[in-house]
């Protein structure tokens, strides 16, 4: 019923826009159209923002993107794409906005634990600002001779250590050295001629500027007596006025012919409802009877609005960006076969650069039969409604009723994590465990996310776990993904996956659970843990399955054999402690008994706890009490397939056993 609510509620948002736009006979106070705002710290929120408001939102009074939300302690909230952010000031003449990282606020010694990203917001970095670099829980100083970087004893952890530098540099060399590298911006005036050491996060607290010099000014609009406002079906700006119409640049003078006008704008508008109750009608119909063959399609309904032509143009749909197929056939070299990424189960993707100079990928559905149209349309609902750091981002797609069904997502420049463990980018030692131990966190935090969203992937593998150039996770491919009730333990479907990788469970009861993401993740983490891939038929029949060969040798005590010898296993103590914990939150992932497994946020917070634990510390207290190394199910003893250690901690207070069959 999810998705009939979501179409009711556009529908009323058009009808409301169109009746707006068009009806002048009553006089309705801009006020009422647009009113302004004020959380209550004094920052007033009007055009190009509005007020995310639950009830009576007002996004038709600004960008789509900049809604400014009011928190719990009466301070305006903006929400960017990796993280979201305090509204210090808004100064209109200027056209300049000052945010503050939510995460930052009131430390002494912050965190930066993401990089600020704009998209395709119109908001534009500024002179007032510079770059921090952090480098984070570093085993040695990744500078070069050339770079001096000031050492933070607060940020450090256990025999880690973490740096900051006032200016980016490319000669430093962290890949290896270090866990991570945020980027934090700060005000230019709040950091030069300081300690960095003890300043960045004064610096940090006081926030960055950013402005919209690129957003159409309000002014004339205003002196006309009107409100600005913003039509995002059209993308276009719209002055907002007494009579209750809505013009292009300003409220017009008295016009003799005014009723005339009016009368044109009820027609046009009845006109418009009609034409959507019609493709809504079409698309209830459709929904009842998801097998009609495309042809149906094209005969049913020739456009979302009123002809193809208008589709093939371009400009959103419903908040998302639609690309004509011709941009994206030009920005592809005509679907060059030598600008291919890769090719999955439902299309082949393509590297794209759009007019605008962006880098793009673009994932060509294989046929515009219903299915396909039904998976696309399915994976545009999804991306559109998910906002995180770790997920890819959706730039748009083209209408469903284009020659073809294309998909733009951000293009993600370093390929696959699989492409580092045992594709073309693989290399002996070029993909140190602090790297894979991040990439783990990374995408289990993302999957975490989804889940509580209410979403299950359904296709996790490393081919779908994408890396930036700065082996940042950016999970990919919700192609399969699909809603899950609240109000269910599981749903019923036919088990969809990649082969090494789909839960047992669901493969034999057609019951997909959040707990089959688990089981999927617990390959990954062998993946990781062995540089092997899911399956191989080269290997013993016996070990095709790469979870199956993990279950054998960690219950046999042999888990040496599985490792990936250029990790340093066997002559690193805290590499060796970190593998035996994450081969056996593995474990405990693939068992086949769904309430066996942790949930995502359990495997999560167990990923943090064996990042950020002091093994120096530990390594003392075993060698002054005379224990050995083996810890857990890792012992050298065998243990029994379904260990106590398992069953007793993770029999789910999460997750409810399924009893309904």
């Given at each position: 019923?999810?998705?009939?609510?979501?179409?009711?509620?556009?529908?009323?948002?058009?009808?409301?826009?169109?009746?707006?736009?068009?009806?002048?006979?009553?006089?309705?106070?801009?006020?009422?159209?647009?009113?302004?705002?004020?959380?209550?710290?004094?920052?007033?929120?009007?055009?190009?923002?509005?007020?995310?408001?639950?009830?009576?939102?007002?996004?038709?009074?600004?960008?789509?993107?900049?809604?400014?939300?009011?928190?719990?302690?009466?301070?305006?909230?903006?929400?960017?794409?990796?993280?979201?952010?305090?509204?210090?000031?808004?100064?209109?003449?200027?056209?300049?906005?000052?945010?503050?990282?939510?995460?930052?606020?009131?430390?002494?010694?912050?965190?930066?634990?993401?990089?600020?990203?704009?998209?395709?917001?119109?908001?534009?970095?500024?002179?007032?600002?510079?770059?921090?670099?952090?480098?984070?829980?570093?085993?040695?100083?990744?500078?070069?001779?050339?770079?001096?970087?000031?050492?933070?004893?607060?940020?450090?952890?256990?025999?880690?250590?973490?740096?900051?530098?006032?200016?980016?540099?490319?000669?430093?060399?962290?890949?290896?050295?270090?866990?991570?590298?945020?980027?934090?911006?700060?005000?230019?005036?709040?950091?030069?001629?300081?300690?960095?050491?003890?300043?960045?996060?004064?610096?940090?607290?006081?926030?960055?500027?950013?402005?919209?010099?690129?957003?159409?000014?309000?002014?004339?609009?205003?002196?006309?007596?009107?409100?600005?406002?913003?039509?995002?079906?059209?993308?276009?700006?719209?002055?907002?006025?007494?009579d209750g119409s809505a013009h292009e640049n300003q409220c017009k003078d008295d016009d003799p012919n005014i009723k005339m006008k009016v009368g044109i704008g009820i027609g046009a508008s009845v006109g418009s409802v009609i034409i959507m109750c019609i493709i809504f009608f079409f698309y209830l119909r459709r929904k009842k009877n998801p097998y009609v063959p495309s042809s149906y399609i094209s005969q049913s309904t020739t456009s979302d609005f009123s002809s193809r032509s208008?589709?093939?143009?371009?400009?959103?749909?419903?908040?998302?960006?639609?690309?004509?197929?011709?941009?994206?056939?030009?920005?592809?070299?005509?679907?060059?076969?030598?600008?291919?990424?890769?090719?999955?189960?439902?299309?082949?993707?393509?590297?794209?650069?759009?007019?605008?100079?962006?880098?793009?990928?673009?994932?060509?559905?294989?046929?515009?039969?219903?299915?396909?149209?039904?998976?696309?349309?399915?994976?545009?609902?999804?991306?559109?409604?998910?906002?995180?750091?770790?997920?890819?981002?959706?730039?748009?797609?083209?209408?469903?009723?284009?020659?073809?069904?294309?998909?733009?997502?951000?293009?993600?420049?370093?390929?696959?994590?699989?492409?580092?463990?045992?594709?073309?980018?693989?290399?002996?030692?070029?993909?140190?465990?602090?790297?894979?131990?991040?990439?783990?966190?990374e995408t289990a935090n993302a999957l975490t996310y989804l889940h509580a969203s209410d979403i299950i992937h359904r296709d996790v593998k490393t081919n779908n776990i994408l890396l930036d150039s700065n082996f940042c996770v950016k999970v990919a491919d919700f192609g399969l993904s699909r809603l899950f009730p609240l109000h269910v333990t599981h749903v019923s479907t036919a088990p969809q996956g990649t082969p090494g990788y789909v839960d047992p469970e669901y493969h034999e009861?057609?019951?997909?659970?959040?707990?089959?993401?688990?089981?999927?993740?617990?390959?990954?983490?062998?993946?990781?843990?062995?540089?092997?891939?899911?399956?191989?038929?080269?290997?013993?029949?016996?070990?095709?399955?790469?979870?199956?060969?993990?279950?054998?040798?960690?219950?046999?005590?042999?888990?040496?054999?599985?490792?990936?010898?250029?990790?340093?296993?066997?002559?690193?103590?805290?590499?060796?402690?970190?593998?035996?914990?994450?081969?056996?939150?593995?474990?405990?992932?693939?068992?086949?008994?769904?309430?066996?497994?942790?949930?995502?946020?359990?495997?999560?917070?167990?990923?943090?706890?064996?990042?950020?634990?002091?093994?120096?510390?530990?390594?003392?207290?075993?060698?002054?009490?005379?224990?050995?190394?083996?810890?857990?199910?890792?012992?050298?003893?065998?243990?029994?397939?379904?260990?106590?250690?398992?069953?007793?901690?993770?029999?789910?207070?999460?997750?409810?056993?399924?009893?309904?069959?």
């Amino acid at each position: 019923m999810s998705k009939p609510l979501h179409y009711t509620t556009s529908f009323a948002l058009l009808f409301s826009f169109f009746f707006i736009n068009s009806y002048g006979d009553e006089s309705i106070p801009p006020s009422t159209v647009c009113p302004m705002h004020d959380c209550g710290n004094g920052v007033t929120i009007k055009y190009p923002f509005w007020y995310k408001n639950n009830s009576t939102p007002d996004q038709y009074c600004g960008y789509p993107k900049l809604g400014l939300s009011c928190s719990n302690d009466d301070e305006p909230v903006l929400g960017l794409p990796n993280d979201s952010y305090y509204v210090k000031n808004i100064n209109y003449t200027d056209s300049t906005i000052t945010l503050v990282d939510i995460d930052v606020v009131g430390q002494t010694c912050p965190r930066a634990r993401h990089n600020l990203t704009l998209d395709n917001l119109p908001l534009n970095y500024t002179d007032l600002n510079l770059n921090l670099s952090f480098y984070f829980n570093c085993t040695s100083n990744p500078s070069s001779s050339n770079t001096s970087l000031f050492g933070i004893e607060c940020l450090g952890v256990g025999t880690t250590q973490s740096y900051v530098v006032m200016t980016e540099d490319d000669e430093v060399d962290w890949i290896g050295k270090c866990m991570d590298h945020v980027v934090a911006t700060v005000m230019r005036t709040e950091i030069t001629g300081i300690n960095l050491i003890t300043g960045f996060g004064a610096a940090m607290n006081q926030g960055f500027v950013l402005d919209w010099r690129t957003v159409k000014e309000c002014g004339a609009c205003e002196v006309s007596g009107g409100f600005c406002g913003y039509n995002e079906i059209d993308e276009q700006f719209l002055c907002f006025c007494q009579d209750g119409s809505a013009h292009e640049n300003q409220c017009k003078d008295d016009d003799p012919n005014i009723k005339m006008k009016v009368g044109i704008g009820i027609g046009a508008s009845v006109g418009s409802v009609i034409i959507m109750c019609i493709i809504f009608f079409f698309y209830l119909r459709r929904k009842k009877n998801p097998y009609v063959p495309s042809s149906y399609i094209s005969q049913s309904t020739t456009s979302d609005f009123s002809s193809r032509s208008d589709i093939e143009r371009g400009g959103t749909h419903f908040g998302i960006h639609l690309f004509t197929y011709a941009e994206l056939e030009q920005a592809t070299n005509n679907f060059d076969s030598a600008k291919e990424l890769g090719e999955g189960g439902f299309g082949t993707v393509y590297y794209g650069k759009l007019r605008d100079g962006r880098t793009v990928a673009v994932k060509r559905l294989y046929e515009n039969n219903f299915k396909r149209v039904e998976q696309f349309m399915n994976e545009v609902d999804i991306l559109t409604r998910l906002r995180h750091q770790n997920l890819v981002s959706l730039y748009g797609c083209t209408s469903r009723h284009s020659r073809e069904l294309l998909l733009v997502y951000e293009y993600i420049s370093n390929g696959t994590v699989a492409d580092h463990l045992h594709g073309e980018k693989a290399k002996p030692g070029a993909l140190p465990w602090p790297i894979r131990m991040k990439i783990a966190a990374e995408t289990a935090n993302a999957l975490t996310y989804l889940h509580a969203s209410d979403i299950i992937h359904r296709d996790v593998k490393t081919n779908n776990i994408l890396l930036d150039s700065n082996f940042c996770v950016k999970v990919a491919d919700f192609g399969l993904s699909r809603l899950f009730p609240l109000h269910v333990t599981h749903v019923s479907t036919a088990p969809q996956g990649t082969p090494g990788y789909v839960d047992p469970e669901y493969h034999e009861c057609y019951q997909l659970t959040d707990k089959s993401d688990v089981y999927s993740f617990g390959v990954v983490l062998i993946e990781l843990i062995s540089s092997m891939p899911a399956v191989d038929i080269t290997r013993h029949r016996h070990e095709i399955n790469l979870s199956n060969m993990a279950i054998n040798k960690i219950q046999s005590g042999a888990l040496h054999e599985l490792v990936d010898r250029n990790l340093g296993y066997e002559s690193d103590y805290a590499v060796r402690k970190m593998i035996n914990a994450v081969a056996e939150l593995a474990f405990q992932c693939l068992q086949s008994a769904k309430e066996l497994r942790p949930s995502m946020g359990e495997v999560l917070e167990a990923l943090k706890e064996i990042q950020t634990k002091d093994y120096t510390l530990q390594k003392a207290e075993e060698e002054m009490d005379g224990r050995s190394d083996g810890v857990g199910l890792l012992k050298s003893d065998p243990v029994p397939p379904s260990p106590d250690t398992v069953m007793i901690k993770w029999i789910s207070t999460s997750t409810t056993p399924n009893t309904s069959g």
